[in-house]
C-alpha cells in the first residue's frame, strides 16, 4: 500500500475509533426512540447544504483567478476544490489540500505564481474570518459556562486568539518585521538545542523567509492587481461558512431538536480553530473528541454520539467519497498526492 493509502487508513481508523468511543459513552434507550423518529428530509438538507458550499467554493476561486486575468470554467474550478478535499481529509491541518489545488489551477493555465497567490489568500481569508470571530464565540460560551474556572479559561483563550490576530495581520503588514522576529525564536531555540540543530534551523529559516515571502506577495497582488477578486472572495468566504455551520442546526432539527442558532455556530467557530492543530491526518479523533464537549451544551446526552456521527459522516466521510471520485477523473499525475503527504 502507498504512503497515502496507509495515511487514509489511518485518517479512518482514529475517526471510527473515536465515534465508537463517544456513541458507546452516550447511547442509551432513549437514542434508538429518537433514531427512529429521524426526519431524514432534513438530514438530506443538510447533506445538500454541503454540496452547496463546494459550489460556493468552487465561485470563489474562479472570480478570484478571474480578478488577475485568468478565466477558469465554473465546473472545473468546482472540481479542483473537491479533489483538494480528499487530500485535506488525510493530512494534518488540511494542509494537502493547498498544493493540490495550486498543482490544478496551474494544469489550467494558470502561472504558478498566480494559483499560489489564489490559495494563500483563500486560506488567509477563512482564517481572518474564523480568528474575528473567535471572541465572540468566546463570550458566548463564557456566559452559558458561568463558572469562574471557565472564566479564567476563557479569558486566556480570549487574550491568546487576539494576540493570534494582531500578530498574523502584523506580519501581513510588515513581512519583514515578522522575519527578524522569527530568527531571533529560532536563535533562542538553537542556543536551548545546541549545535547539533543548525542544519535542521537552517532549513526552518529558509522555509520560514520562502513562505513569508509567497504570503506577502500574495496578499499585495490582490491589493493591487485584484481588488475586485478579493472583494469577491471576502463575501464568498463568508457565505461559505455560513453554509457549513447551517449543517449542524439542519442535522438536530432532523433530530427532533430546536438549537439555539447562535451557540450551534459559536461551538462550531471554536471546533474550527481547534481543528487546524495539526495532531492527526484529517483532524480525525481531534474533532470527534473536540466536538463532543462543545455539542454537548446544546444537545441531549442521548444524541450526542449520533448528532456527531451525522456531522462528521458529511465534513469528514462525504469528503473522502465525493474527493476521490472527482480526483479519479481529473487527477493524471498520481505521484502528486504521494508527494503531498510525503
Known sequence: ???????????????????????????????????????????????????????????????????????????????????????????????????????????????????????????????????????????????????????????VSDVFVILVLVLFLYGMWKPEHTRIMMHAVVGRIARILGNKTDATLCNVLHRVDSELEHFHDSVWLFLTEGRRGLLYGVVYTLLFWIVEYTMLPMILIGLNQNPPLVIVFAAQVLLSIFMVVPATPGASGVAEFGATPLFSVFVTSSLLGITIVAWRALTFYMNIIVGSFVSARILKDTELMKKLIG
Open 1 to 155: 500500500m502507498n504512503k497515502f493509502g496507509k495515511w487514509l487508513t489511518l485518517s479512518l481508523i482514529i475517526s471510527v475509533f473515536s465515534i465508537v468511543v463517544v456513541l458507546a459513552l452516550t447511547i442509551d434507550p432513549t437514542t434508538i426512540e429518537a433514531i427512529l423518529h429521524v426526519r431524514y428530509e432534513y438530514i438530506f438538507a443538510a447533506a445538500a447544504l454541503h454540496v452547496f458550499s463546494y459550489v460556493i467554493w468552487g465561485m470563489r476561486t474562479k472570480t478570484m483567478c478571474k480578478s488577475l486575468g485568468y478565466e477558469l470554467d465554473s465546473l472545473r474550478s468546482v472540481e479542483i476544490v473537491i479533489s483538494s478535499t480528499l487530500a485535506a481529509a488525510v493530512t494534518p491541518s488540511s494542509a494537502g489540500g493547498e498544493p493540490l489545488r495550486i498543482h490544478l489551477l496551474h494544469q489550467n493555465r494558470i502561472p504558478i505564481g498566480r494559483a499560489t497567490a489564489v490559495v494563500i489568500v483563500e486560506r488567509l481569508l477563512d482564517a481572518i474570518l474564523l480568528l474575528t470571530a473567535a471572541p465572540f464565540a468566546l463570550y458566548i460560551f463564557r456566559d452559558i459556562l458561568s463558572d469562574y474556572q471557565f472564566d479564567a479559561v476563557f479569558i
